[in-house]
């Protein structure tokens, strides 16, 4: 049984950073894409980014680029989310998930099999 478990968010101000952590158990990590997505409220779940099974590649959504950086330690079964220059609409819930397909890189939602249960990100003006 796949088990994801998500940590580091909470309450920063604009500006601010935070470091959102996923570690992972019940898969052959190293073996699969993991991936972060958001949802704030009233609005859909959207893909944020996600890093191939072995680190080499990295995808992000335009919105975060260049100030959000996906990282993993397959030693570790984790998967890293760094967040700089947060800004408010950075709010959400934040879910780590991982590839339903083994060596493949997905960034749809029905590209990933398991999902985390989430972490609360707050970013104040």
């Known amino acids: 049984q796949v088990q994801l478990v998500e940590s580091g968010g909470g309450l920063v101000q604009a500006g601010g950073s935070l470091r959102l952590s996923c570690a992972a158990s019940?898969?052959?990590?190293?073996?699969?894409?993991m991936g972060w997505f958001r949802q704030a409220p009233g609005k859909e779940r959207e893909f944020v980014a996600v890093?191939?099974?072995?680190?080499?590649?990295?995808y992000y959504a335009d919105s975060v680029k260049g100030r959000f950086t996906i990282s993993r330690d397959n030693a570790k079964n984790t998967v890293y989310l760094q967040m700089d220059s947060l800004k408010p609409e950075d709010t959400a819930v934040y879910y780590c998930?991982?590839?339903?397909?083994?060596?493949?890189?997905?960034?749809?939602?029905?590209?990933?099999?398991?999902w985390g249960q989430g972490t609360q990100v707050t970013v104040s003006s």
């Open positions: 998930a991982a590839s339903r397909w083994v060596r493949r890189v997905g960034v749809r939602s029905g590209d990933f099999g398991s």
């Open positions: 019940g898969l052959i990590f190293s073996s699969v894409a």
């Open positions: 890093i191939s099974w072995s680190g080499d590649s990295t």
